[in-house]
């Protein structure tokens, strides 16, 4: 029986580390010469499967391949595609299956979130639902942190550790400002429905930062943040503020919707953070600096968590292995045994518990007040963004590397998405 | 004769190796026993000098001093607080004086930018006009990089790094998304009125980014811009564009200032980074995102140039030496005698030439178009970011001093600014 082939891809918003989990894929494949023939990389993700855009990672050199593991963003391009259900759009299904069977593709490596988890989930029930047999495996990426199941998820520990280090720096420098100038400043951070990046933020409380989080979890409350804030600039001279891009008011409505009109009156779409500086400005009168960090959080592999670059390659690795023992519809988890030491292990779970499922920040996470991180909380975090994996640099800027990412040669009709 | 005491602060913006040059400041002292008592630094800048808020470095330990060289912020906290003119203000003058004469001090260094070089010249005056003697010495400072004669200032050289290094991550990451969703990625930086902080995000161009940088030395172009955005997009799928904090129209104003208005009339300060990609979206409906990193950059201590850290530990401790053999009304500057291999030294400018001048980026380091740099630009700015120079991390994040900061005792009555 010639071996099949792998279909990899990348799915939703890349992260620090999506591409170690794309090396751990790569290499677990390599190391087993003669089970899987070779891996074909969706170019743009499941676009890629749809229209026979598929690389051929066979001419990648293993030095290019090892260097994706210090290489953030997606190396084969992402996208932003959910499959429909099989009943609405059973066309898409039966498209996925001629390429599969053109390219001899047996296993399907997909790499994203909760959307994504979906889309392998329904990829993963083919088999049973059109007759054609694939092995379908979801590999767990998300700087949102909110897969079920899993410990953590592979892209969190990075922007956790960018979010709580550029959080410190910041507040060093508004501290330093303080006297005569700059009392507040806000940094609004990712996350979506889930506040664990903003609870990022909020350690450094434990450097003696006076820090007011806001996460999503916590319905916003302007009268008791403002009075917050201006306890912390009356004891401590100024604060810092984190707020979480998902942060509602009461009335339901993102703190980012203010209703602002520009000289066209087109509606002008800010960010939460100037939004919460200037309703400081406006109630308390102290001078703020904001920042939102944007693409700049997910996409900093320059400060990347070694943990997470260790278990992005591990659930890639072990994505394959999975693969190889038989498993369908599975994604492989980050196990906690022990947080002190912290002690960790790959597991898998059932894609059935996964897709669709947003794990949110615990009450206990938070402490009383709505405005910061318990104890419960750091042990989790502290872990996740231990150690340090820095790239290599060359005139002074990071070393990434860029793929050739040759096609596959086509051997179906066109198709329109 | 009893060696006398010198007096140190920081001012203006602060950042990520202000605390470098403090250090090479204090350590020189310390090296010549018996020459300079005690470095006295001024909480808060000037103002410690004004309230007599002294701080004494003498119990500071050498170890939390050596510390200083990878903290980023103003350890002794910084001040916007620009001396008037010697006619306008003698009280405050005078006041100097009775400070200066209470704790016998006859150095006077002062860290900061270009409103701060012209405080240290009225300082280095007072022998002349008020008949005390003191020796001035000015220690450059900014991330703007806009003082004169010194070939670059402490401070730009890591926010350059840090510019360059998160300009071309995020370029990744919206290369990735540009398929089916974003295909712009503003990135706003500061610069003040001078473009030197945009030109290291326009670095990327050299690892093939599509990126536009919108310099505050040419004046913006709207219809030319978006043709510009346009045609990356159609031809690299994506653009990447850098916008300085400077940059005007052609009627003066700053892209930041729309005339927004909040629900209740107010007025709206956004930054010049959504303004742009709002401005992309409405004229060629691409989906966008913006990062305004804001202090980040300036604070980024975990991503220092080495070349940066190096020559702020050196102008801190030339301003010694030159103090000690007699010079006043001086300020230590960066030479470089050599691009290729990167050789410097450090000199000496009069402060007479430097306070109140701001140098520009050369129309020669701006492409013809206005959007790029030249390679008469790449070889300034390479060697200023070259080197990394990573600080201790301890359960994941910098391990950043904070010092003692113990006030020396007062002897004189209380001051009001």
Redesign the interface.
């Known amino acids: 029986m010639t071996a099949k082939n792998a279909f990899y891809a990348?799915s939703g918003?890349?992260t620090?580390v999506i591409n170690a989990s794309a090396c751990g894929v790569i290499e677990a494949v390599r190391r087993h010469p003669g089970r899987i023939a070779n891996v074909y990389a969706g170019r743009?993700?499941i676009?890629g499967a749809l229209t026979e855009d598929l690389i051929d990672t066979n001419q990648e050199s293993d030095v290019d391949i090892a260097a994706l593991r210090h290489?953030?963003?997606?190396?084969f391009?992402?996208?932003?595609?959910k499959l429909k259900g099989l009943d609405a759009n059973k066309r898409e299904y039966e498209r996925l299956i001629e390429v599969f069977k053109a390219h001899n593709i047996g296993y399907f490596f997909y790499n994203g979130g909760g959307d994504s988890a979906d889309t392998c989930f329904k990829v993963s029930q083919l088999s049973e639902t059109m007759g054609y047999p694939v092995q379908a495996i979801h590999v767990p990426k998300t700087v949102d942190n909110d897969l079920p199941i899993t410990d953590n998820c592979p892209g969190f520990g990075s922007v956790a550790?960018y979010i709580?280090?550029?959080t410190?720096?910041?507040s060093?420098?508004?501290?330093?400002?303080?006297?005569?100038?700059t009392k507040i400043?806000v940094?609004e951070v990712m996350g979506r429905h889930a506040g664990w990046i903003a609870a990022a933020g909020a350690?450094v409380a434990d450097?003696?930062i006076p820090v007011i989080t806001l996460f999503p979890e916590i319905k916003f409350d302007q009268d008791a943040f403002l009075k917050a804030v201006k306890n912390n600039v009356e004891n401590y001279g100024y604060s810092t503020v984190v707020v979480s891009e998902g942060c509602r008011r009461p009335n339901g409505k993102f703190l980012a919707e203010?209703?602002?009109?520009?000289?066209f009156g087109?509606a002008?779409?800010?960010?939460a953070?100037?939004v919460v500086a200037?309703m400081i400005k406006?109630a308390l009168g102290y001078k703020y600096?904001?920042?939102?960090?944007?693409?700049?959080q997910?996409?900093?592999?320059?400060?990347a968590?070694k943990t997470d670059v260790d278990q992005a390659y591990a659930v890639g690795q072990k994505a394959v292995e999975l693969a190889l023992a038989g498993h369908n519809s599975v994604m492989p988890t980050v196990v906690r045994t022990s947080s002190r030491p912290y002690i960790w292990e790959i597991g898998h779970a059932p894609l059935s518990q996964v897709a669709n499922v947003e794990k949110f920040m615990p009450r206990d996470f938070i402490t009383s007040d709505g405005y910061g991180i318990t104890n419960l909380c750091r042990e989790y975090l502290?872990p996740?963004?231990?150690?340090?994996d820095?790239p290599p640099?060359e005139?002074?800027?990071?070393k990434?590397t860029?793929l050739k990412n040759i096609a596959v040669p086509r051997k179906l009709e066109e198709f329109s998405l």
């Open positions: 990348q918003g890349v620090a743009n993700g676009i290489t953030p963003s997606g190396a391009g992402s996208c932003r595609y550790k709580a280090t550029s410190l720096e910041a060093f420098d508004v501290h330093s400002m303080a006297k005569t100038s400043f940094i350690l450097h003696n203010q209703g602002l009109k520009d000289a087109h002008q779409l800010g960010g953070a100037p200037n406006q600096h904001w920042a939102v960090a944007d693409y700049l997910r996409a900093a592999r320059h400060l968590s502290y996740l963004i231990e150690g340090e820095y640099f005139r002074g800027m990071p990434y860029t």
